[in-house]
């Protein structure tokens, strides 16, 4: 074969073990920033090329409904953010959403989760079979968790089957901490992930 070959199929190599890397979640898109990012240059075309060649497809669902909780705020759980999500350091703003998750054993089960609003970074998160009347007034819906937990849902939960919650907690536990807060690069941080954000910030009050 000329070297001209070679080299794209030296390329398509690439292309598909950052996509297995991705456990097959990553579109065109980010696999041009992480192949770039790793001294790989390229064009998102490029890169959709030889997914198309190579029968490379996201596994994420792109259907998300999402279960809304509706009511009215008790006067001491305002929303102080009043929907301005914009900050230039982690900390000064948090976000807190609920969401749904079906099991086999016990049936309906619940998420809630923290964001850093800066970083993206989820720093906190309580699983379980019940959602108790704390856990539900600290559920303000916002539009940064809901974002969230859509790509939970499509990346990770309709993906599978869990029959009870520790089964159903082990693969939260291994999406947030494994793959959401130090693997997964986000597009509203710069295409890196939410640890490297959070990182960043530290160095800069260091």
């Given at each position: ?28 898109v ?8 790793a001294?790989?240059?390229c064009?998102i ?29 008790p006067?001491?759980k ?6 301005d999500?914009?900050?230039?350091t982690i ?38 079979t ?24 499509k990346?990770?939960?309709?993906l ?21 807060n ?21 160095k800069?009050?260091?």
């Amino acid at each position: 074969p000329s070297n001209k070959r070679m080299e794209y199929e030296k390329f398509g190599r690439k292309v598909k073990q950052a996509f297995e890397d991705s456990k097959r979640r990553y579109g065109a898109v980010k696999l041009c920033h992480v192949l770039n990012g790793a001294g790989t240059p390229c064009s998102i075309k490029r890169v959709q090329r030889h997914m198309a060649e190579q029968g490379l497809r996201s596994v994420v669902v792109k259907k998300y409904s999402h279960h809304a909780n509706h009511g009215s705020i008790p006067d001491d759980k305002v929303n102080i953010l009043e929907r301005d999500f914009g900050t230039e350091t982690i900390n000064p703003k948090w976000c807190t959403d609920i969401t749904y998750i079906h099991v086999q054993k016990e049936g309906w089960t619940y998420l809630a989760s923290v964001m850093d609003l800066c970083s993206r970074k989820i720093i906190g998160y309580a699983y379980g079979t019940s959602m108790t009347a704390e856990l539900a007034m600290k559920a303000v819906e916002n539009a940064c968790m809901e974002s969230f937990h859509s790509v939970l849902k499509k990346e990770e939960i309709y993906l599978h089957t869990y029959q009870d919650t520790k089964e159903a907690r082990r693969a939260i536990f291994e999406y947030i901490e494994g793959w959401y807060n130090r693997k997964r690069i986000h597009s509203a941080i710069g295409y890196i992930t939410p640890q490297q954000k959070e990182d960043e910030e530290l160095k800069k009050t260091a």
